[in-house]
Each structure stands twice: as C-alpha cells, then as structure tokens.
C-alpha cells in the first residue's frame, strides 16, 4: 500500500516541480508549486512524520504560497521578461543538471550508500508526533526554537521596512529647526496634536471622538490628505 | 520502502529546481526554484530522520520552513520594491553590483 | 732630525699647500698664489735634503732601509694595515727629484701662468699632484702605494683639463685618466695576488718572504709571482706610457706647458720605472717577467722614436721622446740595471723638463701656436731659449759631456755587459739613441734657424706677438680668456725672471748631472743606491772594454744623429731653401712607411675598433634593445601583463549577474560532491 501511494505520488511530486520551472506565467508555476508541496505533504506522511506533513500544509501552502500569489497578482509580470539578456546559462546549467544526475545514478548504481539499504529504525508510534517534538524543541532545541522565532521577528520587521513606501522630501517642504522651536508649546507635531487633543487650532471645528470600545482605544480617525496611496500625512 | 526511493526523488527535486534558478529571470520565478531546493531538502532531511528513528530531523524540517518563510517574506519584499520604484523586474538588469 | 722625520714633513708640506690654496680660493690675488705653492714644494726639497744627510748618516748595512708607521690602518684575517713609508736610498732619490724639479717649475709656472684666471687653482692642482707623487714613492706597502697611484692619476686629469673648456683638453684628460685606471686594475690585482701568497701588504716583509713563498716551500709558485708582477707591471706600463697603453700620453699635451713639464716628463710617468726598480726582490724571481718588461720597453723606445721623426706639433714631439726615454729606463730597470736605470731618471728629469719649459717659452713667442711648420728662425729673437733647448738636446742626444749621454750609456754598457740575448736590447738601444738625436735637432734646427718667421721678427723688433684672436691650436676653434680657458698674457723666458732662474737652474743640473755616474771614475749614485736596495741583484758590472767601446759607440752616433738632421733640415733653413726631407722627396719614397708614422702606428685607430667600438655598441644594445625589450617589455611588462590579464579574468566573475553568481555556486557544489563521491 505504502509502495503504491508512493508511486503514484512521487512522480506527482516531480513533475508538479517540472511545471514550476517550465510553466511560463507565473500564476501558473505557483499554482504548481502549490501541488507539489501538497504531494509532498503526502510523501511526509508516508515517513511518519505527520506533524511536518500538516504544518506544511498549514504553512507553507496556506500562508506562504498565498503570500505568494497575492505579490505575483501585484507584480504581474506576465511571462519572462524578453530584451536582450546576460550571457545565457543554458548550456551551464544543463551540464550542471547532467552532472548531478550523474552523480544520483552513481550512489544509487554503485554501492556508496550500503548504509540506506538496511533496515532503518522500527516501528515507533511516538515517532513524529506533536508531543515528541514539542518536547524536543523546548528541552534540548530550546535556542533553535527561540532563534527561529528571532528570525521571524527580523524578517517582519525587513519585510514591512521593505515595502514601505518612501517618497522623501519634497521641495518646499523642508524642515529647518529654529530656537524658536524652543518656545512651541509641548506635543507640537505629535500624534496626539494631529488628531486635535492638544493644541487646538484657533478657529477649528472639533469633533471630539469619543472611544467606542475599551478603555483608552486609540482614535481611528482617517485623515485624508488626498491621494489614496494608504497612508497618512501628519501635520 | 527503503529510503532510497525517498532520496531519489529528493535529488531530482533539487536538481529541478537548480535548473530553473540558472534558467528564469524574474526574480519571483527564481525565489520560486529555491522553494523547490529548501523542499527538497526538507524530504531529505525527513527520510532520514525515519531511517534513524530520531525526531531531531522534524525538528529541523520545521526550523527549514521557519527560515523558507522569513526568507520568502523578505525576497517578495525586495521584488515588491523593485515593482514600486519602476526598476526593470529582470535578474538580468540588477547587475549594479558588478566588479 | 731622524730622517723619517723629515720624510713625515716632506709629505705633509704638499698637502698643507693644497688644503691652504684651495680653501682660499678666489681669495688669492695677484703672484699670491704661486709664491704659496712654490715655498712649500721649496721647504720640502729642504727637508728632503735633510732626509738624505740623515739616512747618509746612518750606516749602509741595514740602517738604511727604514720604515716608519703613524698607525695602524686596518687589522684584520691576519693582516695588517699600516700607514707607513718606507725611507730608504731609492725613496730619498726619487724625493730629491720629485721636490727639486718641482721646486724649479713651481717657479716657472709663477711667470707663465701669470694672467690665468684660475691662477690658484693651479697650484692648489699642482701641489696636490706633487703630494700624490710623493705618497707613492715614499709608501711602505702596497696600500699606499695604490693610494699614492691612484691621486696621481686624478691629479694628472685634473691637470690635463685644466683648461675645462676646451673640449680637446677634456677629451684627453678623460682618455688618460680611463687608461690609467686600466693600469690601476693590473696593479691592485697584482698587489691581490701577492697578499694571497705571502699574507702580508708590507714591502720589506713581501721581499724578505719572497725567497720562500715563491722558489722555496711556500704556496706560491714561479708562476703565480710572474703572473702577479705581470698584473703589477700592467699598471706600470699605462702609468708611463708604454706600449700598448701609450696612447694618452700624446694627447695629455693639452694641458699647460709647466703640467706636461712636471708630469708627464719627470715624474708621472716614471712612477712605474720606480715601481719596478722598488719591486726588484721579486723581479729576480721571474725572469719572464723581467723578459717581458724589456721587450716592451725596447718596442716603446723604438716605435715612439719613429712617430717622432713625423710629428708637427712641438710639444708632441717632445712627449714621443719623454716615451722614447722611458722605454729606456723601463727596459733597464727590467733587465736588471738598476742602478743605471734610476740615473737615467734622474738626468731625464732634468734635461726633459728643461726641454718642455723650453717649448713653453717658445709656444708663447708664437701666441699659443704649436705647430713646428709655423717656426723657424727664432735664433736671434730668443737666445735664452735656444740655448736652453740646445742644452737639452745634446743632452738628450747623448753627446759627451752632457748628462743624458752617461746615464743612456751606462744602461746599454750594463747590458751589453750581460750578454745572450740581451743584444737585442742593445742594438736597439743604439738604433733609438741615432733616431732620437734625428728627430731632436730636427726640432731645434726647424724652429730656430733659418730666416725668421713673422712672430720671430716682431720679436726681434722687440714685440711681443699677439694673436687678434684666441684660438685652440689643435682644431682652430675661437675661445676666449676667461677662466677655463688659457689667458690672455704670454709670457716668454727672456723677458720673465723666474722662468730664466728654473730653466737655468736645470741646464746646470743637465750638463754637470753626469757626475753623479761616471763609470769606474765617479758613481755616488751607484754606491749610495747599492747597499741595502739593490744589493747584489740586478746586472754585474760590465767589463771596461765594454765600458769603452759602449761611450765611443754612444759618441759617435749621437753626432752622426745630429748631422744627419744637419744635412736635412739644418742646412736648407740655413740657406732658405725647403728642408731636404721634402725637397728630396723623402715623403714621396716611403709613402707607406710615413703614413704609417705620421698615423702614429694606427694604434688609437686600433683601439677604437677593439675596445672602445665594442663597448659603445653593447652599452647601446643594451640600452635600445636589452633593457628596453627584456627588462621593459619583458621582465616588468610581463608581471604587470600577468596580474593585469589574471585579475581581469577574474573580473569577469564579478558581472553582478546573479544567474552567473548561482551558476558558480552550483557547479562547486557539484565539485565537491564529486570530490567526495570519488573519496568514498
């Protein structure tokens, strides 16, 4: 039964991989990527490792290859750019694909690798449960376990540094710092000026925003500055 | 099933996803081949942690796809950038680091 | 006064007139200068004096030869340095000469160079030059010896460029100094190889091991010692003119007349005369090199003979006869007549520079023009003059009983004396000595009889002539007087007081320079030089029927000399006709012969081609081809090719192509894998 799943899926898998690389327009290779790591998900369950299996599903395809789509539907991008183009790399890289067959059909024709044809560990149920490997990952991986989650926290905050959108001052706009600036009440240029709690305005018309839910909820005023890139001017 | 198989795949996986990063050139396509290798890796890793009997190797597939994610996030942030300042989407052209 | 004393003055005197001129420099005025430079060769010809009464004092058997050191130089490998001279008879000789005769032309140089306006500078030359001379003759080892060399040579360039703006003048200062450092290569070899055998620089302990190191049980061997004073004798012969190593002593004429009097006549060049006669201890060893010396000299006296027959220029044929001379006293001294070789010196020193201050007053009759085919008839203008060169011609002829005549017979007596195969020498001393008289009063009879030139006539009008204007008499170029250039006054021995005391002060040394070496009758020379010097080496003593027939010999060819320059020069300008040589067609029948010594034997042509050729096509073929080709392109533009073709191939790995970074990446993942899969 094992044999047969795996045969029906590992080819699935390769050649979900094929369309990935082959398929011209992107929507279509992610979709693809998609299935293959949705066979290979199958292919962890077929080595008990079932919880990789379904947080691969969870993450990997339901957050990462979304994340995916939505930047390929931003990007666009319809097909491999054409124009002129560095030198190509065909060649190369058909060698370095050949090569690397090669060296498969050599450890698996030749003897080199013994070690993977015995018989492997036996049968543990505990193998590759929640439990086992929560356990591993806050006994003996605990620095593993909190690095990643550094990792994590660098590339959020890289990744919304990424994609901030950065226009710079304009002309006209420039910002000079006076001693005057000395004498300016307190909360001058705050967000807390901005939204009209300090510093009012002489001759403005407040509208004084109550919290709606919770104590101290913060005003979810929108103020529009005109154009409609998502942001907020502040003045 | 010896783990053989799993390796072969495994190794024909990377080896796919070698060839298309040498071979795209919108850096979406490329971030796209190197899922491909960090999976295969990842299969690898799995099998193997099923031949010894060690959990160790899910713990390690796991941290794999913590670092494919933080990975991801950033790479798709560079190319978003690159689309937001109108810089041409093409490896080819991002040659300003050139010696 | 020990005399090492006095030696020890004898040598700081010149040297303190150096330092003393040149410091002042432009400082000294008018005769300042002059009166400086001439007392302190004056006070050291004193001192030398008082060094011979000192050593006469001592006694003969080893009490004369002594050495006296200041401090020790260097001492090292075992070696030992000293600075030491040697005070012995032969050194006391050669003082005497060196101080008198320089004394006397010291004093000439007074008047004649009256008007020069580097006035101090010469004598600040002229002093060092006679402190250089004397360091040598007084040196105790061969490292002085070489130092005292070496000064002589740079003040003899120093000298002959003295005038430095003539471009002649520096051209044969240079080619003499680059021929004497030939020499000084030989002799520094030579003074190598003896140090390596008898481990010591010093001469008296070189002479005492020689017997030992050299025909004893030493390491030396006969061969090692001929191959040394072969090397030694190199630098003697291109110090004094001998052949091959001649050719600069014609040119050095380009200097002033009191410099060629005083170096290139009586002392310079018989540095090597003197090296040879010091070194006869070791000579008696090697009898080839003591062939090898007189066949040279013999060859010098007789070539240099011929090329004066054909000269025109005055000084040069005065300067072929000062070689002549010297091949003389260098075939002397090597054969083994000591003795009579260092009394020759001494008379040469004397007749010869006369000659030379001789020609200087003639030279500046004629307003700076030395070429013979201008003079003629200066007998009435200037008698002082003509008697002086008639004096010195005489002498120089070997006519009875003048000087020249006793020490030239005295060499060819001794080696008559000897025997085999020195007869060689002899006949060809006696064919020189005719050829010497011939090409002497040829000079005196064309330059002073006869009707008189226009110069002669102005001067018997009891005018001094004077160009309208200044120029090089060799090549006619226009110069002018001011320094580096010869000035504008002339001064003539009739009319200048200092030069008529030097000129006569060494016509009496010439005539009456004979006592010093009457054989068998009067030889102070000959006692005092013996014992310790020379001792029982060296030639034996001809038998007098040898003695006899030599000065009959001498006598008679002497005057058959003369007469024949009688018969072709004299006795036509004497009559007004042209000289017979021409007349007769004496050119027209031996065409080949007189190119051949007007063309002074082709050897500057010679040296040209051989050495002087080679060495300026290698120095350009190294500089156009070698250095610019293998060194440039080659050696420099190779390494900076290589690096720059490398990092440029490495270059193209940085593209910023990022597939091309990826590709990369792969392919050493894939090295490695195969790597390993191979080690497995």
């Known amino acids: 039964m094992a044999e047969l799943l795996f045969f029906i899926v590992g080819p699935l898998a390769v050649i979900a991989a094929v369309g990935t690389v082959a398929l011209r327009n992107p929507f279509f290779a992610v979709l693809s990527l998609v299935v293959h790591l949705l066979a290979l998900a199958m292919l962890f369950m077929l080595l008990q490792a079932q919880f990789v299996a379904v947080v691969q ?39 370095i694909g050949a090569s690397l067959v090669v060296l498969l059909a050599i450890t698996f024709i030749g003897s080199g690798l013994q070690a993977i044809d015995t018989r492997g560990a036996p049968y543990d149920p505990e193998l590759g449960s929640p439990g086992q490997i929560g356990e591993l990952l806050l006994s003996r991986y605990l620095v593993v376990f909190e690095g990643s989650a550094l990792l994590l926290l660098v590339a959020t905050v890289g990744a919304v540094v990424l994609a901030r959108r950065r226009r710079g001052v304009l002309p006209g706009e420039d910002r000079t710092i006076s001693a005057l600036d000395l004498f300016a009440p307190t909360g001058t240029g705050s967000m807390r000026e901005g939204v009209g709690a300090i510093n009012p305005v002489p ?19 929108e103020f529009d500055d005109g154009d409609d890139d998502g942001t907020e001017d502040r003045r | 099933m010896s783990i053989g198989w799993f390796l072969a795949v495994s190794a024909l996986i990377f080896i796919i996803g070698a060839a298309g990063l040498l071979t795209r050139r919108h850096p979406l396509m490329i971030l796209l081949c190197l899922e491909l290798m960090l999976n295969a890796g990842n299969l690898a890793i799995v099998a193997f942690a099923r031949m010894h009997g060690a959990a160790e190797g899910h713990v390690f597939a796991l941290v794999v796809m913590v670092v494919a994610a933080a990975e991801v996030a950033i790479g798709l942030g560079i190319v978003v950038a690159l689309y937001r300042n109108r810089v041409a989407v093409d490896a080819d052209e991002l040659r300003e680091l050139h010696g | 006064m020990s005399p090492t004393f006095t030696a020890w003055t ?125 360091l040598l003759v007084l040196a105790g080892n061969f490292f002085l010896l070489i130092a005292g060399w070496a000064f002589v040579g740079a003040a003899s360039y120093m000298l002959i460029s003295y005038w430095y703006r003539r471009t002649t003048a520096t051209a044969a200062g240079i080619k003499a100094f680059v021929i004497n450092v030939v020499g000084d290569v030989g002799l520094v070899l030579g003074a190598i190889l003896l140090l390596r055998h008898t481990g010591t620089v010093d001469f008296l302990e070189t002479f005492a091991a020689a017997e030992d190191t050299f025909a004893g049980s030493g390491s030396g061997s006969e061969g090692s010692l001929t191959v040394a004073l072969l090397l030694l004798m190199i630098g003697a012969f291109a110090k004094s003119a001998q052949l091959p190593l001649h050719t600069w002593l014609a040119d050095a004429m380009e200097g002033p007349t009191p410099v060629s009097s005083l170096i290139h006549a009586a002392t310079m060049v018989t540095a090597g005369v003197y090296l040879i006669a010091r070194l006869n201890p070791l000579m008696e060893l090697a009898p080839t090199a003591q062939v090898v010396g007189a066949v040279i000299g013999l060859l010098t006296l007789l070539v240099a003979g011929t090329i004066g027959l054909t000269q025109t220029d005055l000084k040069r044929v005065i300067a072929y006869s000062t070689m002549s001379q010297i091949g003389y006293m260098i075939m002397a001294v090597s054969a083994g007549a000591y003795v009579a070789g260092m009394f020759h010196l001494t008379t040469h020193a004397f007749f010869k520079a006369m000659l030379f201050m001789a020609a200087g007053s003639l030279i500046a009759a004629m307003a700076g023009e030395q070429s013979l085919d201008r003079m003629r008839g200066f007998r009435k203008a200037m008698p002082f003059t003509y008697g002086a060169f008639v004096i010195g011609g005489l002498a120089l002829a070997g006519v009875p009983p003048f000087s020249g005549f006793f020490s030239k017979d005295e060499i060819l007596a001794a080696m008559a004396g000897e025997g085999g195969w020195m007869w060689i020498l002899v006949i060809g001393g006696y064919l020189g000595a005719f050829l010497t008289a011939i090409y002497t009063w040829r000079m005196i009879f064309r330059a002073f009889w006869g009707p008189p030139c226009p110069e002669a006539q102005e001067l018997e009008d009891g005018r001094l002539y004077h160009a309208p204007d200044h120029r090089n008499p060799a090549t006619g170029e226009l110069e002018d007087t001011h320094v580096g250039f010869p000035g ?20 009496v040394l010439a005539s ?26 060296g030639l034996h003593h001809p ?33 007004g006709r042209e000289s017979t040589a021409i007349s007769s067609g004496w050119q027209e029948r031996f065409p080949r012969l007189h190119r051949l010594f007007v063309n002074k034997w082709w050897f500057d042509e010679l040296i040209h081609a051989t050495i002087v050729a080679p060495a300026r096509w290698l120095g350009r073929f190294f500089h156009d081809t070698f250095d610019r080709l293998v060194v440039g392109a080659g050696l420099v533009g190779g390494t900076t090719g290589t690096v720059r073709g490398a990092s440029a191939l490495v270059r193209r790995m940085q593209s910023g192509y990022l597939r091309g970074y990826s590709a990369v990446l792969l392919a050493g993942l894939a090295a490695v894998l195969v790597y390993f899969l191979a080690q497995s």
């Open chain 1, 57 to 95: 599903v969870l993450v990997y395809v339901g957050a990462v290859m979304v994340l995916y789509l939505f930047v390929t539907a931003y990007v666009g991008g319809d097909a491999d750019p054409r124009g002129g183009s560095g030198p190509s790399l065909r060649w190369l890289s058909y060698a």
């Open chain 3, 488 to 507: 504008p006054e002339h001064h003539i021995a009739e009319r200048a007081l200092p030069m008529r005391i030097a000129m006569g002060g060494l016509a």
């Open chain 3, 512 to 537: 009456v320079g004979g006592l010093l070496g009457i054989p068998k009758v009067l030889t102070p020379m000959e006692d005092f030089l013996l014992d310790p010097v020379f001792a029982e080496r």
């Open chain 3, 543 to 575: 038998s007098d029927t040898i003695i006899v027939v030599g000065m009959v010999v001498g006598t008679l060819i002497a005057v058959a000399g003369i007469y024949v320059a009688y018969v072709i020069w004299g006795r036509p300008a004497q009559e």
């Open chain 1, 203 to 221: 001759g403005a018309i407040r509208a004084r925003i109550t919290p709606q839910t919770g104590a101290a909820s913060p005003p979810s005023a």
């Open chain 3, 10 to 134: 004898v040598l700081a005197l010149p040297l303190a007139g150096t330092i003393l001129l040149a410091l002042g420099g432009r400082g000294w005025r008018g005769v300042g200068a002059g009166i400086v430079g001439t007392a302190t060769i004056a006070l050291a010809f004193v001192f030398s004096v008082l060094t011979l009464i000192g050593l006469l004092d001592r006694d003969a058997e080893g009490g004369r030869q002594i050495a006296s050191s200041l401090w020790t130089y260097a001492s090292s490998g075992g070696v030992e340095v000293r600075m030491e001279i040697l005070v012995d008879p032969l050194s006391v000789i050669m003082l005497l000469v060196v101080t008198g005769v320089s004394t006397l032309i010291h004093l000439y140089s007074l008047a004649y160079m009256r008007g020069d306006e580097g006035y101090p500078r010469f004598f600040a030359y002229l002093n060092f030059f006679v402190f250089s001379m004397l």
